[in-house]
């Protein structure tokens, strides 16, 4: 059964950083790429960003290209998402899920496996 587990959300001011991790079990990073999504209060769920660890694909969205930085560890099958100068705007539920990838951006989403529970970040203005 594929299992995702997000931890390292918190409350941090403006300006500072966190890292998200996503830990996956019962699969391998190489078999599904893994997306962020997040979900801030009142608003719809959009996407942050892609990692796809079999050939090295990464994407970010605009709102967070240059901020925020994906990774991977495969040893420990562990999708990593540090958060640098964060804004009051990237308060949200940050869910990271294993998804089929195609493509170069969200468009190229195909099918989800699994979604992990949410981590929340609330950033202070």
């Known amino acids: 059964e594929l299992h995702l587990v997000e931890s390292g959300g918190g409350l941090v001011q403006a300006g500072g950083s966190l890292r998200l991790s996503c830990a996956a079990s019962?699969?391998?990073?190489?078999?599904?790429?893994i997306a962020w999504f997040r979900r801030a209060p009142g608003k719809e769920r959009e996407g942050v960003s892609l990692i796809s660890t079999s050939d090295g694909r990464i994407y970010y969205r605009d709102y967070v290209k240059g901020r925020f930085t994906v990774s991977s560890d495969n040893s420990d099958n562990t999708v990593y998402l540090q958060m640098t100068s964060l804004k009051h705007e990237d308060t949200a539920i940050y869910f990271c899920a294993a998804v089929i990838w195609y493509g170069t951006d969200f468009s190229g989403v195909a099918d989800f496996g699994a979604w992990g529970q949410g981590t929340p970040v609330t950033v202070s203005s």
């Open positions: 019962g699969f391998s990073l190489d078999e599904y790429a």
